[in-house]
Nanobody, 123 residues
Framework: QVQLVQSGGGLVQAGGSLRLSCTAS????????LGWFRQAPGKEREFVAG????????YYTDSVKGRFTVSRDNAKNTAYLQMNSLKPEDTAVYSC????????????????WGQGTQVTVSS
């Protein structure tokens, strides 16, 4: 069992930056692929970014490419989502997720979820 606790988020003006953190407890996240999702009111949950367990492979949805960076520090059992040049359309509840995987690749379905954190970007 992996427990994921998120921190970061909040209110920022358009063009600003925020960093989300996702810290795991219960066991090491080393063999887990990690991902970040978001869900805006009235919209479906969207897979925003993913990172393989080595950190060697990353994925970004098109709308955040060049603005968001996903990373992980396995020694700290923590994943990060650095969000720059934020836009009002980035406003959503952001959730981190983890899934154990034998292969060092991106996964799109996850087992464990963080509690979610609100990111609001004002225009």
């Amino acid at each position: 069992q992996v427990q994921l606790v998120q921190s970061g988020g909040g209110l920022v003006q358009a063009g600003g930056s925020l960093r989300l953190s996702c810290t795991a407890s219960g066991r090491t996240i080393r063999p887990y692929a990690l991902g970040w999702f978001r869900q805006a009111p009235g919209k479906e949950r969207e897979f925003v970014a993913g990172i393989s367990w080595s950190g060697g492979t990353t994925y970004y949805t098109d709308s955040v490419k060049g603005r968001f960076t996903v990373s992980r520090d396995n020694a700290k059992n923590t994943a990060y989502l650095q969000m720059n040049s934020l836009k009002p359309e980035d406003t959503a509840v952001y959730s981190c997720a983890a899934r154990w995987t034998l292969m060092d690749n991106i996964v799109y379905e996850y087992e464990y979820w963080g509690q979610g954190t609100q990111v609001t970007v004002s225009s």
